[in-house]
Nanobody, 117 residues
Framework: QVQLVESGGGLVQPGGSLRLSCAAS????????LGWFRQPPGKEREFVTGITSTGSTNYADSVKGRFTISRDNAKNTVTLQMNSLKPEDTAIYYC???????????WGQGTQVTVSS
């Protein structure tokens, strides 16, 4: 029973942009917080950003001003627009859902983002 499905990862040069999308089941999308975590190589998972059902957002300091999260209520999707990408943004990115920004209960399967020249 798939509930969160990510797409849009890939390889990009430093300074470039990528857009990640996550399709959520209606039950998940309609309540709680949707967000993104990431796991860099050899490191633990870390919070990236989240958005509430009313559109309030929260960002990690490392991505403020470069990443933007948005949600499309008609399509049950949440999108992460990533600009000015840096090599340190290289990670597996996970779409998440749950009652708080930092402790999601549901995770997607992850999508790889690699920033390299």
């Amino acid at each position: 029973q798939v509930q969160l499905v990510e797409s849009g990862g890939g390889l990009v040069q430093p300074g470039g942009s990528l857009r990640l999308s996550c399709a959520a089941s209606e039950r998940i999308f309609s309540g709680g917080i949707l967000g993104w975590f990431r796991q860099p190589p050899g490191k633990e998972r870390e919070f990236v950003t989240g958005i509430t059902s009313t559109g309030s957002t929260n960002y990690a300091d490392s991505v403020k001003g470069r990443f933007t999260i948005s949600r499309d209520n008609a399509k049950n999707t949440v999108t992460l627009q990533m600009n000015s990408l840096k090599p340190e943004d290289t990670a597996i990115y996970y779409c998440t859902a749950g009652p708080s920004y930092y402790h999601p209960r549901i995770w997607g399967q992850g999508t790889q983002v690699t920033v390299s020249s």
